[in-house]
T-cell receptor, first 112, second 116 residues
């Protein structure tokens, strides 16, 4: 599985757009990029998944450049409730081909 | 669907006792995963099943840990005997690998295990 690197922590303010970038230089041709969100005392929650270019859903956008060696999770107009740990994962194909390996994630803190 | 259901939510036990954690995956999901989370080590994959068959148990820390999936709607993770270093939050997750579709994993709320 491709290794990922993401910032340990970030902070921002309510109403701002937050972008969290993840590096995955060894991503394989068949690999997908998936982001999860975890609140304290809860299990991780699937946010978004993509293969290339841009993916958008009601929660976030995922930007993937042509070389796919990095990806950026974009959270528009964050609120206090977006304070959580965000994990970037690479290598899942179809949701279950391999057990997911989570890194340390990015601790995002949103301030008023 | 009620999501992935884990029980108990909290477990406090004495060192040396047997502990059994339970998980009910989402109906129709064909993959089931057991994870352990601690502050020091983060989220670790312990074992996962596909269609009730264990596929990869390389993450199971010791012979004291065992997992079973007797049917598509139930799995257990057992620790015997338990030790204080087993204290962690244990998560169960399930997923469905549909052809041509890409799905994420759905996690349960976890079992917080404390071994004293």
């Amino acid at each position: 599985l491709a290794k990922t690197t993401q910032p340990i922590s970030m902070d921002s303010y309510e109403g701002q757009e937050v972008n969290i970038t993840c590096s995955h230089n060894n991503i394989a041709t068949n690999d997908y990029i998936t982001w999860y969100q975890q609140f304290p005392s809860q299990g991780p929650r699937f946010i978004i998944q993509g293969y290339k270019t841009k993916v958008t859903n009601e929660v976030a956008s995922l930007f993937i450049p042509a070389d796919r060696k990095s990806s950026t999770l974009s959270l528009p107009r964050v609120s206090l409730s977006d304070t959580a740990v965000y994990y970037c994962l690479v290598g899942v194909k179809g949701g279950g081909a391999d057990g997911l390996t989570f890194g340390k994630g990015t601790h995002l803190i949103i301030q008023p | 669907d009620a999501g992935v259901i884990q029980s108990p939510r909290h477990e406090v036990t004495e060192m040396g006792q047997e502990v059994t954690l339970r998980c009910k995956p989402i109906s129709g999901h064909d993959y089931l995963f057991w994870y352990r989370q601690t502050m020091m080590r983060g989220l670790e994959l312990l074992i996962y099943f596909n269609n009730n068959v264990p596929i990869d148990d390389s993450g199971m820390p010791e012979d004291r840990f065992s997992a079973k999936m007797p049917n598509a709607s139930f799995s257990t993770l057992k620790i015997q005997p338990s030790e204080p270093r087993d204290s962690a939050v244990y998560f169960c997750a399930s997923s469905h690998a549909g052809q041509g579709a890409h799905y994420g994993y759905t996690f349960g709320s976890g079992t917080r295990l404390t071994v004293v």
